[in-house]
């Protein structure tokens, strides 16, 4: 540990007065870049943009993970960015210097059979109406895509306050989407099904004037955490071997959907997707099932 490094960690220790484990991030990271200086023959305070982009790239090519390349390089923004307020080096040899991009994980959705078993899963000995209303919800996020924000938003009837509501005979729900966008999916026969058993039970548990399609045991419009928690109950009661997520079933929706379809641009707007961008990432998760069914089936996928 350098003298400067020292200094710097105490600086966060008292002034800022961060968290032991932050600094012991910090510490680890500047200890990273105190020893390349050293191995490069250059003193810390004389450090140039193109060593840092050396030293990076040197991490991230040793095995550290972009996350952790970012991490290393905040450490030493910070260190210099203090260095310059003491007028100890005359410029952040790190500004500009970016971090390896992370890739991006997969959407993880669910198989057809589990998605399937969630919806039609009925709980014995539970409350019946709030049994016919998580089930009416799962059908919406998994058989019609909605978000769950979509599904909280809804009311029991169309108004010029709704952000949205069902049209039953239509079959469709109209939504407030992301970015104040409105759009209208179809409802299938399942969900409108579900709809229907709900709907006469919703009236002996919502509050007087109380607008929301979904309520809880107060009467009051159901949160997107009290779904999340009924949800995740639910999944592990059917026997799905998944932690389930509101979002996972909308997941599910587009690649089951696309899998069967493979019309992207229909799956777009179902989803409400401004740039076809963010849904062709669904198009790779058709390709891995595609994948594992060649692995399990084809002769000639197997190595002897």
């Given at each position: ?28 990271a ?16 004389q450090?140039q943009p193109?060593?840092v982009?050396r030293?990076?790239?040197?991490l ?15 450490a ?39 998605s ?8 014995s000995?539970?409350?019946p ?21 979509e599904v909280v938003?809804?009311?029991v009837?169309?108004s ?56 809880g ?27 389930v997520h ?18 992207l ?15 062709q ?24």
């Amino acid at each position: 540990m350098t003298p400067l490094v020292e200094r710097y960690l105490t600086h966060l220790r008292v002034e800022r007065r961060l968290a032991a484990r932050t600094l012991a991030t910090y510490e680890e990271a500047l200890l990273r870049l105190a020893r390349r200086a050293g191995e490069t023959g250059v003193e810390m305070t004389q450090v140039q943009p193109q060593h840092v982009r050396r030293w990076a790239a040197q991490l991230h090519a040793g095995g550290l993970s972009p996350r952790s390349v970012a991490l290393a390089l905040s450490a030493w923004r910070g260190l210099y960015r203090w260095l310059g307020r003491n007028g100890e080096v005359a410029l952040n040899p790190v500004d500009g210097v970016r971090a390896p991009k992370a890739a991006k994980p997969l959407p993880k959705a669910l198989s057809v059979d589990h998605s399937v078993a969630l919806a039609e899963y009925r709980g014995s000995g539970a409350d019946p109406a709030l049994e016919a209303r998580d089930a009416c919800i799962v059908e919406l996020l998994y058989g019609s895509g909605l978000r769950i924000a979509e599904v909280v938003g809804l009311d029991v009837q169309a108004s010029g306050e709704a952000r949205g509501w069902i049209d039953l005979q239509g079959g469709e729900a109209h939504v407030l989407g992301k970015g104040s966008k409105r759009r209208s999916v179809p409802v299938g026969s399942a969900a409108r099904d579900a709809m229907q058993a709900w709907l006469p039970l919703r009236s002996a548990l919502a509050k007087v004037d109380q607008p929301a399609l979904f309520v809880g045991s107060h009467g009051t419009r159901l949160t997107p955490s009290q779904i999340r928690s009924r949800l995740k109950t639910r999944a592990v009661r059917a026997g799905i071997p998944s932690h389930v997520h509101p979002h996972m079933l909308r997941h599910s929706f587009a690649s089951h959907l696309l899998q069967s379809s493979g019309d992207l641009r229909a799956v777009q707007e179902l989803l409400g997707h401004a740039n076809i961008a963010t849904t062709q990432v669904y198009t790779k998760l058709d390709f891995q099932h595609l994948a594992k069914v060649y692995d399990a089936a084809h002769p000639r996928a197997k190595r002897r």
